[in-house]
């Protein structure tokens, strides 16, 4: 079955700095890769995703960009703000309606 | 993005007895749902998926007969944790997929069983 490995655990940023959270998957047929947001005691909030067939995504401070062929994907977060700090999860997947499989997950920091 | 709601968001239960978590997608038809949990610091780890009136398929170690998944309509889908003990204390999340890629969480429900 599909691994996620995601890297770093923990990351210290100061304002204004760009974040980068890497991960990489084993299964060449997963074709679905998004990213959730965690706060302390609520639910993963999607901030966004990418397909297989997109090499790179962007939605105003966040990016993502997926290599295929290495099997890894990464979450770009510019002008880092302290409400950026927050447990962020990779997750990749196959068909639609199948199962997400998570990275374990990396603490971001935000100092101002 | 889509709404999907979680009910209740806190539980405390007595060792033994049985608590129902309810999950429902608000503004979407769900054809599938997916119940994890989380411990402290950790992943998400899903215990098993559910298809709209059928039984759901349980992950390897997640005990069918404790865990109950029903998922009656295409809106709604209940876990019930049976004889809940200490250990079963958790964060409980559901999550919803409709027909296109996404998957929307819910925000969770923490079950302390005393």
């Known amino acids: 079955g599909e691994n996620v490995e995601q890297h770093p655990s923990t990351l210290s940023v100061q304002e204004g700095d760009s974040a980068v959270i890497k991960c990489t998957y084993s299964?060449?047929?997963?074709?679905?890769f998004p990213w959730y947001k965690q706060e302390l005691g609520k639910g993963p909030q999607l901030i966004i995703d990418?397909?297989?067939?997109?090499g790179e995504k962007k939605d105003q401070r966040i990016a993502v960009t997926l290599n295929k062929t290495a099997k890894h994907f990464s979450l770009h977060i510019t002008e880092t703000q302290p409400e950026d700090s927050a447990v962020y999860f990779c997750?990749?997947?196959?068909?639609?309606?199948?199962?997400?499989?998570f990275g374990k997950g990396t603490t971001l920091s935000v100092s101002s | 993005g889509a709404v999907v709601s979680q009910h209740p968001s806190w539980v405390i239960c007595k060792s033994g007895t049985s608590v129902k978590i309810e999950c429902r997608s608000l503004?979407?038809?769900?054809?599938?749902m997916f119940w994890y949990r989380q411990f402290p610091k950790q992943s998400l780890m899903l215990m098993a998926t559910?298809?709209?009136?059928?039984?759901?398929?349980?992950e390897q170690g997640v005990e069918k007969d404790k865990f109950l998944i029903n998922h009656a309509s295409l809106t709604l889908s209940t876990l019930t944790v049976t004889s809940a003990h200490p250990e079963d204390s958790s964060f409980y999340i559901c999550?919803?997929?409709?027909?296109?890629?996404?998957?929307?969480f819910g925000p969770g429900t923490r079950l302390t069983v005393t």
């Open positions: 999550s919803a997929s409709g027909p296109s890629y996404e998957q929307y």
């Open positions: 299964d060449s047929a997963s074709n679905y």
């Open positions: 990418i397909r297989s067939n997109v």
């Open positions: 997750a990749a997947r196959g068909q639609a309606g199948t199962a997400l499989i």
């Open positions: 503004d979407f038809q769900a054809t599938t």
């Open positions: 559910s298809n709209e009136g059928s039984k759901a398929t349980y």
